[in-house]
């Protein structure tokens, strides 16, 4: 299971009620790390960067952003 796969019912909750005339919509900055490659801060840092790409983007989206990348 790859991290946007872990917020994919958030986000199909977030449609449904704005189809459903409400008007939630969600952006998601997410950081990915396999082991002990990245510091907590560091991965903090790198989900607010992906937070503000995805709003960038648009309503609904979601970004994942690996912690290794800079």
């Keep these: ?22 008007f939630p919509t969600s952006s998601y900055g997410i950081c ?3 082991g002990t490659e990245a510091k907590l801060t560091t991965m903090i840092i790198r ?3 992906a937070f503000y790409q995805a ?7 979601a970004v994942n952003i690996n912690a290794a990348v800079t």
């Design 1 to 22: 299971m790859g991290p946007l796969s872990v917020i994919s019912p958030v986000r199909r909750f977030s449609r449904h009620t704005a189809r459903r005339g409400g």
């Design 32 to 34: 990915s790390a396999q």
């Design 47 to 49: 989900a607010d960067e």
């Design 55 to 61: 709003k960038d983007h648009g309503r609904n989206r």
